[in-house]
């Protein structure tokens, strides 16, 4: 079975800073691509980030300048770097990767921004 499992949520101040981990039961290589998506309370859930095995990323333009996503190939991991974070970010952040052409999601991981 295939796998991915984040962590790394929490509770944050606006303007702080969060790193989000999704960890995959198999080598992140096997994977077509992998990526970050969210989904406030009452909201659809929105692409965050996205990234290919070979390094394009893509981002929404809500996160542009502040998230970074990247990769741990050897730690089959896919990281998400939230800095500035703003109260609108407060979401559950899910992991998704694409794997035969299948999406596998993960369980979610909250994140919330708040003074």
Do not use: H
């Amino acid at each position: 079975q295939v796998q991915v499992v984040e962590s790394g949520g929490g509770l944050v101040q606006p303007g702080g800073s969060l790193r989000l981990s999704c960890a995959a039961s198999r080598s992140i290589f096997g994977f077509n691509g992998m990526g970050w998506y969210r989904q406030a309370p009452g909201k659809e859930r929105e692409l965050v980030a996205t990234l290919s095995n070979y390094g394009p990323t893509n981002y929404a333009e809500s996160v542009k300048g502040r998230f970074t996503i990247s990769r741990d190939n050897a730690k089959n991991t896919v990281y998400l770097q939230m800095n500035s974070l703003k109260p609108e970010d407060t979401a559950v952040y899910y992991c998704n990767a694409v794997f035969r052409g299948v999406n596998v999601w993960g369980q979610g991981t909250q994140v919330t921004v708040s003074s």
